[in-house]
C-alpha cells in the first residue's frame, strides 16, 4: 500500500520556525512613517485555510490526482511512513500510483487546529485522519495525525509542506 496519507505530520519545529518568519518586526528606524497596513481577518483566513483542507478531502475521494496536486506550490513536498515526495510533479506521481492501486480506497480527515501567522500569509494546520486502501474490504485501515503548512499567493491558499504519521500501534506493540 502507498500510505500517501501518512505523509500529514510535520515536525512542530518547523511550523514555528516558519511560522516565526513569517511574522518579522519592522524598523524603527528614522525616515518617514510606515503607511498602515490593512488589517488582516485572521477568522476569514482561518476559515479559507480551512476550505482548502475540505476542497483537498473531496479531490482526494474523487480520485482526481490533477486537482490534489494543484493544490501544492510547485516545491512542496510530502512526507509520512512511506518515503518523502519533494515537488508537486512527485505528489502527482505518488497520486496517480496510489489510485490505480487501491481504486476502492476510502478516506477521512479533518482540522483540530490551524493558526494563521499575523501576517496573514503563513498558516499550520495539525489535524487527524483515517485510511483504508480498500473501503470495506479486507485490508486493514490506518489512522494518524498531520500538519500541514500552507502560504497564501495571492488569494489563494497553497500548500508549502505535508506530513503524517500513523498513531495506530504496531502489532508488536499490543502485546
Not at 44 to 63: H, P, T
Not at 152 to 169: E, I, L, R, Y
Amino acid at each position: 500500500m502507498i500510505a500517501w496519507n501518512n505523509a500529514r505530520f510535520a515536525g512542530i519545529a518547523l511550523a514555528g520556525t516558519l511560522m516565526v518568519g513569517s511574522t518579522a518586526c519592522s524598523g524603527g528606524g528614522g525616515g518617514a512613517p510606515a503607511e498602515e497596513e490593512p488589517a488582516i481577518d485572521l477568522a476569514a483566513e482561518e476559515a479559507a485555510v480551512r476550505q482548502v483542507n475540505m476542497d483537498w478531502l473531496e479531490r482526494f475521494r474523487a480520485g482526481d490526482a490533477d486537482g490534489v496536486a494543484a493544490l501544492f506550490l510547485e516545491d512542496a513536498w510530502t512526507i509520512g511512513d512511506d518515503g518523502l515526495r519533494d515537488g508537486r510533479a512527485a505528489i502527482l506521481a505518488n497520486m496517480t500510483e496510489e489510485y490505480a492501486e487501491n481504486p476502492d480506497a476510502t478516506a477521512d480527515w479533518g482540522a483540530k487546529q490551524v493558526w494563521v501567522a499575523a501576517s496573514g500569509d503563513l498558516a499550520v494546520e495539525r489535524g487527524w485522519w483515517t485510511y483504508d486502501p480498500d473501503g470495506e474490504g479486507e485490508a486493514e485501515g490506518d489512522e494518524g495525525e498531520y500538519i500541514t503548512i500552507f502560504q497564501k499567493v495571492g488569494d489563494q491558499w497553497m500548500v508549502v509542506a505535508n506530513a503524517g504519521a500513523s498513531t495506530k500501534p504496531d502489532d508488536d506493540e499490543e502485546e
